[in-house]
Structures are given as C-alpha cells and as structure tokens.
C-alpha cells in the first residue's frame, strides 16, 4: 500500500522543475486528452450493429452448455501454442457433458464429439456471423443442411448422429468459424453449446 | 508486427459526445438492464451494448489485436454474456465482467492464432504503427490538439492502453483493473505516471515541433 501510495506522486528528486505532485493539473490535462481521443476511441458503427444484434441468437429453446474447459487457455501457454495438440473444447450443462476435439487434416478441418453420458443423439452444427446471411462453407460431408430456424445470420451447416457410445463427427466450414453444437435428445429435449471460434 | 492498432486514426465527424460511458451508468440501473435483457426486452440489450461497446472494444484493441481481430473478440464477448445474461451473479459489476471476458477472449484469438505474446506487459500491449498521421490529421487546425495527439501517439503502449481506458469509463475503474489484470490500487498512481510523461513529452517535443513544423 505504502509502495501504492508513494507511487501517486512522482519522485520530487527525478525532476525538481515538475514541482509538486498536483492533482487537480492531471484532471485538467485527462480532460483535455480525452476531448481530442474519445471520438478516435469510438468502436466501428459495424461493431456495434454486431454487438446488438447478437441478441438475435438467444437460445430460449434448448439448455446451454457453457463452455468449461478450452485447452487454448487452460492448457497453459506451452501446451496452447504447440500445433501438434489438439484443441479440445468441453461444455456442460446439468448432467450432461460435450467434449469436442477439433481435428485439422489437410481435406478440412472436423469437430470430433463426445457426449457423456452415452447416447444416440441428433447433433447439429450451427455457424455464421452475427449479422451477416454469410456462412462457412456448406459442403457437409455425410451431413446434411440444417433448418433455417436460427438466430439472424446464424444458419445450421451440418447435422450428424451420435453413435450408441456418444461419438459424433461434424465437417468444420473453412477459415475460423463461430460454432456451437446443438444436441437433440429421444425425448425431444435440446442443449446446446455455447458458441466459440474454433 | 502484424498488429495494427483500432484506434480511429481520423475522428469521426458524427462522433456523439452524449454517450453513457461505461462505469456512467447508475449501478442499480445496471443490475435492473441485465434482468430486463435476460427477460427478452432487446431495448435493454441495446442499452448495455451503448453503455459498455467502447470498453469492450478498447479492451480488444489494446492486446494488440487489429481491427478484424478486435471485431471478432467484441462480437465473442457479447455473445458470451448473452450466454450468462441470466446466470451473472452480480449484474451490477457488469463492467468488470465484460472487461475480463474480454481480455479473455483476446487471449483465446491470440492463441487460436498462434502468435501469443509470452513477453512482459509492456510488449503485450502493442499497439502497433498505426498512429501514424493521415493526410487528415495534418488539417487539424487546433495545434494544442494535434500535438496532444502526436504524442500520446509516442507513449509506451499500456500508457497508451491505460489512458484510453481511463478516458472511456469512470472511476472506481474496475472495468480497467479486470481488463489489464492488475490491481485496482496501481491505476492511479500508474495513470499519474503516464500522465506524467505526456506533459513531459509535450513540454519537450510536441508543441515545439508542431510550432516549428509550420
């Protein structure tokens, strides 16, 4: 605290022409740096727009899986930026547990899943950008194209089925996509992922 | 580098001077919003993204990530907190939340890029070269302003980092503790410092060039 406190003022034998430590001098000089910089801070008006519309992807009908381990950063820097591990993504919610691996292979990128527990589901992968009709790619392997029931500028890309022991494959679109995987169980019951870049 | 900064390098002419700054908003006011938003009331979404967009977007910008970047970090930290719009425990530090999701989700870019940055903070904060003058910038007729501008553009980059932020939101500045993990009790005396070296540098440089430069 001590160390705080001296730390306000500056050290008078740094610079004896700066003269005591003034606050009310800061204010006036924050002030004046603040009319000239706040415009130049203003996000871009698209950001804006995104953020706002992003409420359009509120899922009310399914149970959110938020997103508790992202090996990226709970692996520790080392483990993150070594490109021979793979990134493995979990979400839970309740009961239920979603790990995910991204597989990067040279004929595209896959989301390998795993539900716990076990069950045969129908599983979805929802991509796009908040905002925007664009997609990834829609090409989806043994997959096939989703509804059209989501948010704006959200669109299903791919849809799979788990097997018996809760294993799933779903293509990735190219580039960097936001994704979310949405699960639908026997009893017509849905969760769904939070959404990550992967 | 491959960064570039996302500080608006040419005021916009339309720029608002009514905005509700983050931190300005009444805190009940806050937790009331969050509520109203988590019940479906998309004027209140709209709310919040007004009150908090710039310091979720100067967060983004000042790890050194371009404007693409940025984008996609602002657009991830929404979507993240609609995510927990109705699990937030305390919606009245709902600055402090967006701020560390931010910074968090910066950190996941950076990484899901490949170029994360391991040195110290002072690094991690580049803002990269583009505070370079545009021909614009050079019609800037009030000299005191330009030369304000020049040189907070040569300041180490997390005084360049801290100053924005602190000129984006109010004090007690958690939102700038949470997005510069650092400890709220070193903001001022850090934010005295940078302040410092401004007039510092303005006194010696700044004006003098510009002055000179005419």
Known sequence: ?198 | MIAHSCVTVVAPRHARSDRRWAGRVDQSEVADTVRRAAAGDRGAWDAIVEGFGAMVWAVACGYRLGPVDAAEVSQTTWLRLLEHLDRIREPERLGGWLATTARHESLRLLRLRGREIVTDDETRFDHGPSYEPTPEDLLVDRDRDRALWEVFARLPPRCRTLLELVIIVAPPYAEIAAALDMPIGSIGPTRARCLKLLRRMLATGGVTDVAEGR
């Open chain 1, 1 to 198: 605290m001590d160390e705080e406190l001296n730390g306000a003022a500056p050290d008078p034998g740094e610079d004896a022409d700066d003269g005591p430590y003034d606050e009310a001098v800061d204010h006036e000089l924050l002030a004046e740096l603040a009319a000239v910089m706040r415009p130049r801070l203003e996000p871009p008006p698209q950001v804006l727009d995104a953020a706002r519309q992003s409420f359009t992807w509120r899922t009310v009908d399914a149970e959110l899986a938020t997103l508790t381990h992202d090996s990226l950063i709970d692996a520790g820097p080392v483990l993150a930026r070594s490109s021979g591990s793979p990134r493995i993504l979990t979400f839970e919610v309740a009961a239920v547990q979603i790990e995910m691996e991204v597989e990067a292979a040279t004929s595209g990128h896959r989301l390998l899943g795993q539900i716990t527990p076990p069950a045969e589901v129908d599983v979805a992968l929802r991509s796009g950008e908040v905002g925007s009709g664009e997609v990834g790619s829609g090409e989806v392997g043994s997959g096939e194209v989703g509804s059209g029931e989501a948010g704006d500028g959200e669109v299903g890309s791919a849809a799979a089925r788990s097997d018996p022991l809760g294993r799933f494959v779903l293509p990735l679109p190219d580039g960097r996509p936001l994704v979310s995987v949405r699960c639908t169980f026997a009893d017509g019951s849905a969760v769904e992922t939070a959404r990550v870049r992967v």
